[in-house]
């Protein structure tokens, strides 16, 4: 009555407390179940692709959804990767386009042999960002310290298929003070975690190019055929160019 007294727009009083998780997710969400809120972005074409084919580097978004991607990151504790992501894409996972955190996020990947290059990018800016590679046990020792003394910090969890036992590999990341996830791709990983209920929510971007039979499915074909349930559109989706951002928050 105070706010609306002194001229504010208020709306409620409300009694259902799911609004309230939805001011702040990551903090209920790390109350409630005392592990890391953990969020896929993927850019998606027109017939649901992520990728031209296998293995081949496609770039989907333009500028502005670009941008509106690193101001989430800015947001995040953790970005992840798959190992297949890192390779191929070369990423640096860093945050740009005038954006800056106090605490800049970790960069995680999984790697589950322990094939990323140390000439990759995101080692070449080790100095910008902590950069995490998960491994089995079966990788030596030899190339563990190798990685190590290039700058990485390397986590050794048990394999599980299809490469890394994801629940183990969040466990690590809260244990470290990595509350907030931010999972980049690629597709399988993305299908992985959300197969395992291990994701909260879902930002897809929607670009218009048509990549054809050979690209490589994301998540929209599933979620919109019920293959995957428990989804629902958060909000409006939001225009950036002519790309469009569509959340789905998973209702528990």
């Known amino acids: 009555q105070r706010l609306a ?3 504010m727009e208020v709306a409620g009083p409300s009694d259902d407390p799911r609004l309230s998780t939805k001011v702040d997710p990551v903090y209920f ?35 502005a959804a670009t941008r509106e991607v690193h101001r989430l990151r800015m947001g995040f ?32 990947v999984l790697d589950p042999g322990a094939e990323l290059s140390t000439d990759a990018r995101l080692f070449q800016t080790i100095d910008e960002a902590p950069l995490i ?13 190798f990685l190590e003394e290039a700058g990485a910090k390397v986590e050794v969890v048990p394999a599980s298929p299809p490469g890394l036992d994801l629940q ?3 466990t690590r990341c809260w244990s470290i003070g990595l509350r907030s996830i931010f999972c980049e791709g690629g597709g399988r990983l993305a299908r992985a975690l959300v197969d395992a209920d291990l994701v909260q929510r879902l930002y897809l971007l929607r670009t218009p190019h048509v990549l054809g039979p050979q690209c490589v ?18 909000g409006e989706p939001r225009q950036f160019g002519n790309d469009v951002l569509v959340t789905y928050d998973r209702e528990e």
Do not use: C, M
């Open 217 to 234: 499915p994301g998540l929209s074909n599933v979620l919109e055929e019920g293959r995957i349930s428990d989804w629902s559109v958060v």
């Open 77 to 108: 504790d953790g970005i992840l990767i798959g190992g297949l992501t890192a390779r191929v894409d070369d990423p640096r996972l860093t945050l740009r386009e005038g954006f800056q955190a106090r605490v800049p996020p970790t960069r995680i």
């Open 168 to 170: 183990e590999t969040l």
């Open 133 to 145: 590679i998960v491994v089995t046990p079966t990788v030596p020792r030899e190339r563990v310290r």
């Open 29 to 63: 969400h790390t109350i409630q179940h005392s592990g890391s809120y953990v969020v896929v972005k993927l850019a998606e074409s027109r017939d649901y692709g992520i990728a031209a084919r296998p293995g081949e580097r496609t770039f989907l978004t333009g500028r």
């Open 5 to 7: 007294k002194a001229g």
